[in-house]
């Protein structure tokens, strides 16, 4: 993958960029020049893939028939493999989305358009966003970490996301539990991994509401609890990965006093080890400054990348290209 920091502008020599953003609920694609040039937009729930990506389908084609695309990037939930020499390139693998698993994600937009494509998953994308445009600019090594539906890290080591036989998948890792807690964990895989234990799904099921109606002790619990097990999780983070600093977002990111509360629970995760001061400073972890734009515009970096890798104009769509 290409580098994720960079200058102010995503645009490539004029020319306009197709994104799209799948995610667990909705799908965002967009039609710009650059995150701060979007020209067109629409947004629709995540359902049956085949009828799913139809749609995203006739939105691009539609806006290809106004004026040529250059590329499209895409940042899809995960697991997906993005390893172009894999042949499962471009499917989903093991999901709990219904229909999603083993489903062809790249192939039909790839057959109907045309144009280069750019793949990533959604949390890399919002942290090459992040990192051009946001919280993490102008660091080389960084994570960003989204805490939601499911709890995801995006990897950004010398200024390249990190992939391999798969993207890495730490909301996966394992996580010690709290003393006397014996909450199951909500992952269908691992019971309770980090996603099991401190995913929006796990706080509304042991608090009995979401995150976002607590009040009063029932939020300060919640809070604490969320505090303990992110911050475990973001030990394995910070050993596997060694970043500058840790990007904060989702949903549940928004919490109120989540983001103190991990800060002061992370040092003791850390058990004084190595014991680097900048670990304990409010700059090594803090909010995404892009909100919900950090994935769309994620995606529109990808498609970037991927027209100037192609360094061709823009084609008809009767010659497939990726």
């Known amino acids: 993958m290409g580098p994720v920091t960079g200058g102010e502008s995503t645009g490539v020599g004029?020319?306009?960029l197709a994104a799209m953003e799948t995610g667990?609920?909705?799908i965002i694609c967009l039609v710009g020049r650059s995150p701060d040039e979007v020209e067109e937009t629409v947004?629709?729930?995540?359902?049956?893939?085949?009828?799913?990506?139809?749609?995203?389908?006739?939105?691009?084609?539609?806006?290809?028939?106004?004026a040529p695309l250059a590329a499209l990037g895409i940042g899809a939930f995960g697991p997906i493999q993005t390893l172009p020499s894999h042949p499962d390139f471009g499917r989903i693998a093991s999901t709990t989305k219904p229909g999603w698993s083993g489903f062809d994600l790249l192939g039909p937009l790839r057959s109907a358009l045309g144009i280069p494509i750019g793949l990533d998953t959604d949390v890399n994308g919002a942290a090459r966003a992040e990192g051009a445009l946001g919280a993490a600019r102008g660091l080389e090594t960084f994570a960003?970490?989204?805490v939601g539906t499911g709890i995801g890290v995006g990897a950004v080591v010398g200024g390249r996301t990190v992939r391999g036989l798969l993207h890495p998948e730490m909301g996966h890792v394992?996580?010690?539990?709290?003393?006397?807690?014996?909450?199951?964990?909500?992952?269908?895989?691992?019971?309770?991994c980090l996603e099991g234990m401190a995913s929006g799904p796990a706080l509304a099921r042991r608090a009995g509401a979401p995150g976002e109606s607590l009040t009063g002790d029932a939020l300060a619990a919640a809070v604490e609890?969320?505090?303990?097990?992110?911050?475990?999780?973001?030990?394995a983070v910070i050993y596997c990965v060694a970043p500058q600093r840790v990007v904060l977002g989702g949903g549940l990111a928004r919490l109120p006093g989540l983001l103190p509360a991990l800060r002061s629970a992370l040092p003791a995760a850390l058990g004084g080890y190595p014991g680097l001061p900048e670990h304990s400073d409010p700059a090594f972890l803090v909010p995404a400054a892009l909100g919900d734009g950090a994935g769309p515009a994620g995606a529109l970096l990808i498609a970037a990348e991927a027209a100037a890798s192609a360094g061709q104009p823009p084609r008809d769509r009767s010659a497939a290209h990726c």
């Open 144 to 146: 960003y970490v989204t």
């Open 14 to 16: 004029g020319g306009r």
């Open 24 to 26: 667990g609920t909705k």
């Open 225 to 235: 609890t969320e505090a303990y097990y992110l911050a475990a999780g973001l030990r």
């Open 43 to 66: 947004r629709f729930p995540t359902g049956e893939p085949e009828a799913t990506v139809a749609r995203a389908v006739e939105f691009f084609t539609a806006a290809a028939d106004r």
């Open 174 to 192: 394992s996580v010690p539990r709290r003393p006397g807690d014996d909450f199951a964990g909500v992952c269908p895989y691992h019971g309770d």
